[in-house]
């Protein structure tokens, strides 16, 4: 049932609320964390409450201001935003906890920063979440880029301004000289920019102008991080380890591949994508992503560096999973959403974890490091499975889902592409797990600086603390929840993909 | 044309009241020495123009097309001259944006001038006036009074009180430039004046109200003549490329205040949208490629120019002339969308053309330059200027949310609609506005401090403070809630677009 309701708008004012807490606490370290918290939680609430309007393909609508005579910035939530504003405020919950063992609870200004714009990201994402219309979402997602842009910054060094710096120019650049033309061509063909599931153009809109449109969209949109607008991901990775986990496994790359999803149904529809041939189109960019990603990531020795190229791959699972207009294709897309972000933010936490408590950041360090750090690297096992595909976590099931509907459209070649990169993801996960639980440890600060250091007791590597680790467990023990009983997210999903 | 008279609206001759307030009080300040006192008075009444030209934005009819406020006294009835005042939805918003610059160069400048303080607000007053009287006046030979009187503040101001050595030279040019300008102008006043009489509608009369020569027919070779000579003034004063070099010297040279003017009123363009569009509709139709062309050509030049600028103030120069080739490919749209845009574009930039500028100001202030070499880190010490700059800097990058972005983007709908590919083009002005503000923004306020002077500056003082503060709201709302100001122009808009279409059916008629 399509309702009205300022719910949408109350879910995007508590971060923003949350964010003038922080500022207002800023010398007053927990009370500062626990404003980010308690936004958190009632954002989810907030956001839980609209689950049952939505369930039987409802939504809740608010127009917030008129912005061109027949063009309102205006929020419309439905199941496809429920799902994706649900997991960003359930992993900002989270996340926030962890930044507290992370960073310390020290009254740093970059720490509260981090916790500030942590707070607008949120608010972006929301945005994003419940637009109704082009114009909205281009909105959040241009302020979502302005927003993050402090965060990849944060530390202030040459290499993070470096970084910080590539991230604004693809992002900007990408959005303006793709992303704006295709919402204004879409205006011209459609006449609207509402979404509308099963697509807005009418019957006599040219099919070489649509094409470009689609192009310029999967081009404008770099957040999804399809290759070539990709690049951005692996430079962001400057930033601290908590900000990492949430823009780079949750916020800022499930919102591209969000978009990607709007685009494809609910602007081109189902119908008019298969018509063109820009399903087929997308399998193709898509499968190569996938295939090269893995390649690379292959080749990396930097923990935070595979992560971003495992992403990059995992975001193509899902935009691929759309492609294949298929009910059971679009169901493993959305829920690899969902999956992806707990499994890679339980790797991400877990990378932040060793270098706590070692000062590593390369796979080929990690020998050994299961026996001195049990906790993170469990975690991290569960991560890893989830991300190549393996039972009993929910990376499985939504690997099935793809598959399934791979067969349903009848593209083998799919299959032989997901078949292919699940054995390069298991190859560059597997290689670390193995020597992390398996090789003897190395001691502590071996090498040119090392030579002393027999002569005194090696330091103990040990976790560092609750703070750090129960986040990290969360994550997984849902990545295990959801591989176990996915039934009640999966009743939410199939509201948009059947 | 019809209109609606001021006193069936306000009961006083509202427009005259908010020309003649700024000259009103410049007598005022004619008897004041102290110089506190002076600075006062000036405020107070910028201020209550203020104040009435929100009276006339409330009163305002948006869903009527007419003239509004109008009052009409006969001035030279032998040769068709009165004194005729009005706006429409084009102008009238024009007015409080007038008002508000003024109100924010006074506060600016507070303490900063103090070489002459009373002329130099008697100066800034007598310009307001006649800016006000541009804005507002419906006959031809009325507003290029004001136009030409324009000229003395302006020259005054950027001779006695500019901040460069070459400021005298800076004034000159800029004279004899818009007086080339206003000899085209008066010959094209003057040939439609002339050509009036051979109208069916003027029973031999000459005329130059704007709003009987909206009515008449015009024919269509004189309409070339007319357009040519029209253009050339309003581009020369707009900046349109190619007729743009005075600009950059202008801003660098002059104080911080006559750019705002310069920089943040487009009279130019309004000059199109008041006088060429509705007067020589047949002729802009048919050289309709060439503004487009002018319009993509400056978008790029301008951009990329401002790219290499290690000058805040240069580059805004060029920024500025951008964003009037942008302007004027909506123009040149000759659909709705196209003109909203251009309107709303022009209207936006004099909020954050003046928001940059005031920055420059502010940082020229404090470290005695702004040349990027000796910038860097700022944001450590200035922390409230540089949120102002940043607030700006994103209304210049046209970030959506902003006042910057409704105007681009509804010029880049009627471009796309009227010329497709050249619209492709003026889509990388957009980006490349980002690459040159965000550049200079980071250089300026982020990084290592690298100067004494950066070091030791203050952050904004509460009366700067709480100009940045008014910009930023304004720059925020506009981008938030446009339609509160489409609402204002579309009827006028879509009258104009009528006889626009009226125009090309025509021309198109004849070439068959």
Known sequence: MDTTGLTPLLALLVPVLGAAGVVLLRRHPPARELCGILAGIAQLGLVATMVPAVRDGGTVSVTLSTFLPEVSIALRADALGIVLAGTAAVLWVLTTVYAMGYFGTAPDPAVTRFHFYLCLTMAATIGVAFSANLITLFLFYEVMTVITYPLVTLTGTPEAIRGGRRYLAYQLGSAIAFLLPAIVLTYIEAGTFDFVPGGIFGPDASGVLLVIVYVFFLLGIAKAALMPVHSWLPAAMVAPVPVSALLHAVAVVNVGVFCVMRVVLDVYGSDLTGDLGLGVLTLVLTSATILVASLYALRLDNLKGILAYSTIGQLSYMMLGVALLSPAGRTGAILHLVGHSFSKITLFFAVGSIYLATHRALASELRGIGRQLPWTMTAFAIGALSIIGLPPTVGFVAKYFLFVGAVEAGQWAVLVVLSVSTLLSAAYYLRILRSALFDAPVAAHTGSTGATAGLLRPPTVTERGALVVAPMLVTAAVTLLLGVAPGWLLDLIRVVSE | ?512
């Not at chain 2, 069936?8 to 005259?16: A, D, W």
């Not at chain 2, 008002?99 to 400048?109: H, Q, R």
């Not at chain 2, 950027?158 to 800076?170: E, H, L, N, P, Y």
């Not at chain 2, 981008?479 to 009827?491: I, K, Q, V």
């Open chain 2, 1 to 512: 044309m019809n209109e609606i008279a001021a006193v069936e609206q306000v009961g006083f001759p509202l427009l005259s009241t908010l020309v003649f307030l700024p000259a009103a009080t410049m007598v005022v300040l004619g008897f004041v020495r102290s110089a506190r006192a002076l600075r006062r008075v000036a405020l107070g009444g910028a201020v209550a123009v203020l104040g009435l030209s929100l009276l006339l934005v409330i009163e305002f009819q948006t869903d009527a097309a007419e003239f509004q406020f109008a009052e009409q006294v006969p001035w030279v009835p032998a040769i068709g001259l009165s004194y005729h005042l009005a706006v429409d939805g084009v102008s009238v918003l024009f007015v409080p944006l007038t008002a508000l610059l003024v109100v924010v160069v006074l506060l600016a400048s507070w303490t900063s001038v103090r070489h002459q303080p009373k002329a130099y607000l008697m100066a800034v007053l007598a310009f307001e006036t006649a800016a006000i009287g541009v804005f507002t006046s419906v006959d031809l030979i009325l507003f290029f009074v004001f136009w030409e009187l324009m000229l003395i503040p302006t020259y005054v101001l950027i001779k006695v009180w500019g901040s460069g050595s070459q400021r005298g030279r800076a004034a000159l040019r800029y004279v004899l430039a818009m007086l080339l300008g206003s000899a085209a102008l008066l010959v094209g006043f003057v040939l439609l004046g002339v050509s009036y009489r051979s109208a069916p509608e003027s029973g031999g009369e000459l005329s130059f109200d704007l709003l009987a020569l909206m009515d008449s027919t015009r024919p269509g070779g004189n309409q070339t003549a007319v357009f040519f000579l029209l253009a050339f003034a309003f581009a020369l004063k707009a900046p349109l490329f190619p007729f743009h070099s005075w600009l950059p010297a202008t801003l660098l040279e002059g104080p911080i205040g006559m750019a705002v003017f310069l920089a943040g009123l487009k009279m130019g363009v309004f000059g199109f949208l008041r006088f060429v569009l509705p007067l020589t509709p047949d002729a802009f139709a048919a050289y309709n490629w060439l503004i487009a062309g002018l319009g993509v050509v400056a978008v790029l030049y301008g951009a990329l120019i401002a790219l290499v600028q290690l000058d805040l103030r240069r580059l805004l120069a060029f920024a500025s002339i951008s964003h009037v080739g942008l302007a004027m490919l909506g123009l040149s749209s000759l659909n709705a969308q196209g003109l909203q845009g251009a309107l709303f574009l022009i209207v936006s930039l004099g909020l954050v053309s003046t928001g940059m500028l005031l920055v420059a100001g502010f940082i020229h202030q404090r470290v005695g330059t702004a040349d990027l070499a000796a910038l860097g880190g700022l944001a450590r010490r200035t922390p409230a200027l540089a949120t102002f700059a940043l607030i700006a800097a994103l209304g210049a990058v046209a970030l959506p949310g902003t006042s910057g972005f409704p105007g681009e983007f509804l010029i880049l709908l009627g471009a796309f609609q009227a010329h497709g590919w050249l619209a492709t083009i003026a889509v990388t002005t957009v980006i490349l506005a980002a690459a040159y503000v965000l550049v200079f923004f980071e250089r300026a306020f982020h990084g290592r401090v690298r100067s004494a002077t950066v070091e030791a500056a203050v952050d904004l003082r509460p009366r700067e403070a709480v100009t940045a503060g008014v910009l930023s709201v304004a720059i925020l709302i506009l981008g938030l809630f446009p339609a509160a100001l489409l609402n204002y122009s579309s009827a006028s808009i879509e009258d104009l677009v009528g006889r626009l279409d009226v125009a090309t059916v025509a021309t198109v008629a004849t070439e068959d």
